[in-house]
């Protein structure tokens, strides 16, 4: 229609540097993800001094609604209106977040400016992701693979010590200001050297959509955080979220076959590789996160490893997915082909996942390191794959909301992860202590089922060896649960389409379910 049309304009030169420009994105997929990992490990500071701990889920709560919600609005406005000012848009609301959430007085100030941060958070990652494939042919974006995987994995290793570190040394207000000097450094070079064709969209913004998306998101999140802590499953409150997400999101999905301009133009799913990765990015995001939160607790609790290093517990895990991932992208690089690494990934975090299903309180730490490492190998095949084929699969022109799409599934699939998983770890930890220490063993979980280590070391031996069974029977629990869901990242696998990846070597043809994957890629400069 012609009220729809996006009037663009040559860019007046191509980058100086992509390699420079790579510097930036890097940076800022740091910010975005080195961000809760710092944070959480200064909220005890934090609370300590602000108080109202009974607020203190909101602080994490605000901040991934308001990342969730946004991310798919900040996907289409970089397909609309540009993806250059989109991006630095969404850099400078994360970094006035950061500042306001480093000077609030008390808790409602900081998830107020939490949530400010979070909204600027939504476009950090879709940014980065829309921008390499705007820049790099998918053919080509399998070099950068492993650097992304590799700030990927700094991030989960590092963001404790460096959170620990700041909190211990400068305050906790540090956590949420050394995002600023970084955000500027690469505002700066983004500003200086990337240079993207200009967009006008004459269409309007669907606030409609904006707003029943929101809402379908809002919900979801909801659910997924407060099912089993706050309230029942079956509660009032949780059944209520729930009706209010389903209506929210079938109001979306109809109004998006009607509005001139949707936010997530549904035929982009016509794509069955489009779809088939949305699904196995929602399934590594169940199961990535879900394995990172219970593996440092049982290696901590059953294991006696020491809490201050948490994220280095899960090196042999992140280490195995960096090296499968820069071979990864080498192979798909050099001969195009890609669709082996989403079967063979998801075989291997499979095995994985069953694997660490079978740890008890004799496994040693080696062996729990190789069984991490086999779900990192696995995970290493998916990360980057699922983006790559995503993008390859929809035109120039929706490169945005396929980016912030994969995205949001990814983010939704580590929500229900981690919610899920920790309903079915909570009881199965309640259950066994009840079993094994009677009244003293379900008071003592009664509360919560992850003891920090000063409680532990506070119980009798009694019941800190139960408390060690029943660690070990909710780990099995909730990692078993994370391989036969990762079955179905397998089944969607096999039924992944191997398009030619554009940019080059020939062209896919204009025919069938991938017909889209012909647009080409702007060319940069060789570095």
Known sequence: MADTQTVETKPDKQPKSVRVVLLALMITMMLAMLDNMIVGTAMPTIVGELGGLEHL??????????????TPIWGKLGDMYGRKGAFMTSIVIFLIGSALSGMAQNMSELIGF???????????????????GDLIPPR????????MAGVMALAMIGGPLVGGTITDNWGWRWSFYINLPLGVVALGLISAVLH????????????????LLTIGITSIVLVTTWGGTQYAWTSARIMELIGIGVAALIGFVFWQTKAAEPIVPLHIFRSRNFTLMSLIGFITGFVMFGATLYLPL?????????????????LPMLGAMLVTSMV????????????????????????????LSTMDTGTSRFTSGVFMAVVGLGMGCLMQITMLVAQNSVE????????????????????????????????????????????????????SAALDAKSLAKLPAVARE??????????????????????????????????????????????????EAVAQAPVVEAV
């Open 114 to 132: 939490r949530a400010i941060q979070g909204l600027g958070a939504g476009g950090l990652m879709v940014g980065v992701m829309a921008i390499i």
């Open 466 to 515: 139960a408390y060690q069974h029943a660690v070990s029977a909710g780990t099995h629990s909730a990692f078993l649960l994370g391989s036969v869901v990762a079955v179905g990242a397998l089944v969607a696998a096999v039924f992944v389409k191997e398009v030619a990846l554009r940019g080059t070597g020939p062209a896919a043809p204009k025919s069938g379910d991938d017909a």
């Open 298 to 314: 049982y290696q901590q609790s059953v294991q006696g490893a020491s809490a201050t290093n948490s994220g280095l517990l899960l």
């Open 140 to 147: 080509e974006r399998g070099k950068y693979q492993g650097m």
């Open 196 to 211: 993207l064709p200009k967009k006008r969209a004459k269409a309007g913004i669907d606030y409609l959509g904006v707003a």
């Open 328 to 355: 990864a992208g080498r192979v798909t690089t050099n001969t195009g082909r890609y669709k082996v690494f989403p079967v063979v990934g998801s075989v291997l975090m499979t095995v994985g996942l069953y694997l």
């Open 57 to 70: 889920s909101w602080v994490v709560t605000a901040y991934t609604l308001a990342t969730a919600a946004s």
């Open 396 to 447: 120039m022109k929706d490169m945005g909301v396929a980016s912030s799409s994969t995205t949001l599934f990814r983010t939704l699939g580590s929500s229900f992860g981690v919610a899920i998983m920790g309903a079915l770890f909570n009881n199965r930890v309640q259950h066994v202590m009840s079993e094994r220490a009677g009244a003293l063993g379900a008071k003592i979980t009664e509360k």
